[in-house]
């Protein structure tokens, strides 16, 4: 299903962390790492959050993590976007992912700045744009989610 | 190590992508809240730890962030167990991590896998006497004795005091010859 991606412009999470740490970015390395790990939280539908958050900043994996940027892309495709939003929606207004969703966003944020280091400013800002409606505005996050594979279609 | 990114810039110059990942998706600390009137502790009545969440921080993630400005850092891991003054005290945090680890599985098995590799990077940089204790931090988890986790613990922590000593007087006579 994600055969159709073109991979080189597509992240993988440990050349971000690469970067930062040639460029002494400490502060956005530190964004983007705290920002790896999938939500503590086991609730029903997490899953949805695992990929389309987690799954999304993680990128191209190559130590066999289970949740990736491919699972992302597999839900992006085979579920209705109002599913997905409603999970979202569900999820992120819980008290309890306010801690995940801080670093979720700060790491979004992190993995912007290593897009625009690599001069992909349009991808820059479709992933500012998941930042800041990240749990607040989720059908904005998925359109920019959406955008975001198409202009990485090959 | 001073801080995590003495680890990550270790591990990243080696190309170890699994220890990375094992070790950084632990920085973070734990998500869940604890519920606040489940425990009734000494500990919380110094105003420096103000809620549970905190403590079972301080006492798991703080120890891999190493010194930090920004966050709770293993300075703070320092000050608390200074602080523990009574038996009482012991058992309360020894309370707190098996609360906290059961409450969330999730966070216990990637702090395992995170200490995990932090052993490895003392062992590959030839700080075995760190790595040995580390890995009885490791064993301890592993068997559920939070007894022995927090005595070695303590134990890391005077180790670690003591390197980073010698890490400065080294840097110290370096600057001095040159």
């Known amino acids: 299903m994600s055969s159709d991606l073109n991979y080189t412009r597509i992240h993988k999470w440990n050349d971000v962390i690469e970067h930062f740490v040639l460029h002494r970015y400490k502060q956005s390395l530190w964004d983007y790492v ?3 790990r999938g939500a503590d939280i086991k609730v029903d539908n997490d899953n949805a959050v695992k990929a389309l958050v987690t799954g999304f900043i993680r990128g191209i994996d190559s130590v066999a993590i289970v949740v990736d940027i491919t699972t992302c892309y597999s839900y992006i495709c085979s579920y209705h976007k109002q599913h997905l939003k409603n999970a979202l929606d569900e999820l992120l207004s819980s008290d309890q992912f306010s ?5 979720a966003r700060l790491g979004l944020n992190a993995l912007a700045s290593y897009y625009s280091d690599k001069n992909e400013k349009k991808l820059a800002s479709l992933i500012v744009k998941m930042s800041t ?3 607040t505005y989720n059908s ?3 359109n920019a989610l959406e955008e975001f594979f198409e202009e990485v279609k090959t | ?7 990550v810039k270790y591990f990243v110059e080696c190309g170890c992508d699994v220890e990375i990942y094992d070790f950084v998706t632990a920085l ?4 869940t809240e604890f519920p606040t009137p ?4 000494d500990v919380l009545k110094d105003p420096e730890y103000p809620d549970i969440r905190t403590i079972f921080k301080l006492l798991t993630t703080a120890v891999l962030r190493g010194t930090t400005m920004y966050a709770y850092g293993i300075q703070d891991t320092i000050r608390l167990l200074q602080s523990i003054d009574t038996e009482k005290k012991i058992k309360e ?3 707190i991590l098996r609360f906290g680890f059961s409450l969330c599985p999730h966070f216990y098995k990637h702090f395992l896998h995170a200490l995990y590799a932090l052993e490895s990077y003392y062992r590959q940089i030839g700080e075995s006497p760190l790595a040995d204790i580390v890995s009885k931090m490791i064993l301890a988890l592993e068997n559920k004795n939070l007894e022995k986790y927090i005595d070695n613990l303590e134990y890391y922590l005077i180790e670690w005091r003591k390197w980073v000593q010698r890490q400065e007087n080294e840097q110290e006579e370096d600057e001095n010859e040159f």
Do not use: N, P
């Open chain 1, 34 to 36: 705290t920002s790896l």
């Open chain 1, 99 to 103: 801690h995940f969703k801080a670093h």
């Open chain 1, 133 to 135: 409606s990240l749990g």
């Open chain 1, 140 to 142: 904005e996050y998925l």
């Open chain 2, 1 to 7: 190590m001073r801080d995590w990114m003495d680890v």
């Open chain 2, 28 to 31: 973070r600390g734990i998500d």
């Open chain 2, 38 to 41: 489940f425990f009734d502790v």
């Open chain 2, 93 to 95: 945090l020894e309370d």
